[in-house]
């Protein structure tokens, strides 16, 4: 329910993040899609199709995290450097591994820019400014190049049932548009951050186009 979103967790969730060193926990990551979920879920019926695929990718995470490689899963630095040394990562449609920790955590940090541009066009928006447009807006520039048209088409679907500004603000629940508005200064940089080290991450390892 919209009721137990609270923006302030997902802040907190991105500012436990990173380590000393900059790398990034996967539980916390993870943690933060969470929270995102939860709040999706308030959204209604037309959204369950994005949220069942976040929470599926979110699933396949844990169960690294959990399993007996789980050591090697604390860091995203640590995932890439343990998958690819041990051959766990799929370059081409046909292999072994087709859900591999890094194949996955990809889809999220595509979704993470999303996020990031979504927050920040939310922060600088004015009172006339329309959820739905900035989603899709946001969307077109990050996720869109990524998806089939099937799945453009009902993202946007569901985008023009985003309710309107005000409400959005207050399913937040982080206090008045002007506290809402801070919160959100704090997150977009602590998620740039993190999107700025995976994206370097990635590219230096030759994993932005895993299928
Ligand atoms: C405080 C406001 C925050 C709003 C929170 C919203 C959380 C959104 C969580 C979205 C996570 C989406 C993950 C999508 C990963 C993905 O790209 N998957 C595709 C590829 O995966 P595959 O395994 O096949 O290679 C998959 O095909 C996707 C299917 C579902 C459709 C994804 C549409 C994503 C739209 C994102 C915008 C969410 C709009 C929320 C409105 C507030």
Redesign the pocket.
């Known amino acids: 329910m919209a009721g137990s979103?609270n923006?302030q967790n997902?802040v907190d969730t991105y500012k436990s993040c990173l380590s000393e060193n900059k790398e990034i926990y996967i539980k916390y990551y993870i943690a933060g899609?969470r929270e995102?979920?939860s709040?999706?879920n308030s959204?209604g019926s037309l959204?369950s199709?994005?949220?069942?695929?976040?929470v599926?990718?979110i699933q396949i995470m844990e169960t690294f995290l959990m399993g007996e490689n789980g050591a090697h899963y604390l860091t995203v630095q640590s995932m890439v450097k343990f998958e690819l040394n041990n051959k766990l990562v799929d370059f081409t449609q046909s292999g072994s591994h087709p859900?591999s920790g890094c194949?996955?955590l990809l889809?999220?940090h595509?979704?993470l820019r999303?996020?990031q541009l979504?927050?920040e066009s939310?922060r600088t928006s004015t009172e006339d400014s329309k959820?739905s447009i900035m989603?899709s807006e946001?969307?077109n520039e990050s996720?869109a190049q990524?998806?089939?048209w099937f799945?453009?088409t009902?993202?946007r679907l569901?985008?023009r049932t985003?309710p309107g500004r005000d409400a959005?603000f207050e399913?937040?629940n982080a206090g008045s548009q002007q506290q809402v508005v801070a919160m959100?200064g704090e997150a977009t940089p602590l998620i740039s951050e993190v999107h700025q080290i995976t994206e370097d991450l990635y590219a230096k390892n030759k994993l932005l186009e895993l299928?």
């Open positions: 979103f923006l997902v899609w995102l979920v709040f999706m959204l959204f199709f994005i949220s069942k695929d976040a599926s990718k859900e194949r996955t889809r999220l595509r979704a999303w996020l979504f927050l939310l959820t989603c946001a969307y996720l990524y998806h089939s799945i453009q009902a993202a569901a985008f985003l959005f399913v937040m959100l299928p």
